[in-house]
């Protein structure tokens, strides 16, 4: 969709904008774009790549009315929600890191270094594992037993194996996984499902203002919302963050960084059952590299 035509969109929304505009294309589901409104206030649109994310809008629209009862950061304010648009004011900060989505290059806008983020990132984890369960499921937002999640990606697995070449390699290390009771927890919590560096707002100093990007909030799995600060902050990161989490009061089990570290290794999974979900040419090209680079 070219500019004028989301210009338009947005005004069929209600939304005046003007014809400038930037994008960022690294999301699976959305095209994300930043405009400013004529009254000079920046927005955040979100436009479906492909039909049929209506549930998913709306599921995404409830949780963050849950989430923003709950967490001292900001979440995005959806002020336009419908199946073609979704649009809210721009956030104060920046990701802490960010993509350029032609050469992958990352550009850092905090101290990585620093512990200000970590124990900032802690702190929020520990007030969004302690959402109640029962308020999610009220709201309802998805929420599987940890036995249920466990045959979801059991199923995952072998819909790839079946439909993919599959390295033999890899479907031992994540049946290894799936197989592994040690691994999961024996209890579940409200996560944001696909958390990492790139859907935080931070202030330089490394302080979170912000999560972004909800559309995998449910109740499930606390281990998710850890995998992704490994695949950005290494080993001792993970290992830095389930520290701070624990001091923070957050309730863990003896394998978390296990299971979290299990959880990356599986990302190339999780990819090319989406790629065969949406049955996208690029999507399916782009899994099958990762899986063969995993022979």
């Known amino acids: 969709m070219e500019h004028t035509a989301i210009v338009q969109l947005a005004a069929e929304h209600g939304l005046q904008l003007q014809e400038g505009m930037t994008f960022n294309e690294m999301g699976l589901d959305f095209r994300v774009a930043f405009a400013t409104d004529a009254s000079g206030n920046r927005w955040v649109l979100r436009i479906p790549r492909r039909a049929g994310l209506d549930a998913q809008i709306g599921r995404e629209s409830q949780i963050l009315a849950l989430v923003k009862r709950h967490l001292p ?6 002020r336009v929600c419908s199946p073609h648009l979704v649009a809210y004011p721009l956030l104060g900060d920046k990701p802490a890191l960010t993509f350029d989505h032609e050469t992958y290059a990352v550009t850092w806008h905090i101290d990585r270094e620093g512990t200000a983020f970590v124990q900032s990132l802690a702190g929020i984890l520990v007030c969004l594992h302690g959402i109640p369960v029962r308020e999610a499921e009220v709201a309802g937002i998805p929420a599987a037993t940890l036995h249920e999640a466990r045959v979801a990606m059991q199923d995952k697995l072998d819909r790839v194996k079946r439909e993919l070449d599959l390295p033999a390699l890899a479907e031992a290390r994540w049946q290894g996984w799936l197989d592994d009771d040690r691994l999961w ?3 579940s919590a409200f996560i944001h499902g696909d958390l990492f560096a790139g859907h935080i707002l931070a202030e330089s100093t490394g302080t979170i203002t912000g999560i972004i990007d909800w559309s995998e909030g449910q109740v499930g799995d606390p281990s998710a919302d850890f995998a992704g600060h490994a695949a950005v902050f290494g080993e001792e990161g993970l290992r830095e963050l389930i520290r701070a989490y624990e001091q923070a009061g957050g309730k863990t089990w003896p394998y978390l960084y296990d299971q979290a570290m299990a959880r990356q290794g599986a990302t190339p999974l999780a990819y090319a059952h989406f ?8 999507h399916l090209e782009a899994a099958k590299a990762q899986l063969a680079s995993l022979a």
């Open 73 to 78: 950061v900001a979440v995005p304010d959806w």
């Open 275 to 282: 790629a065969l979900t949406v049955g996208s040419d690029t």
């Open 185 to 187: 927890p024996d209890f």
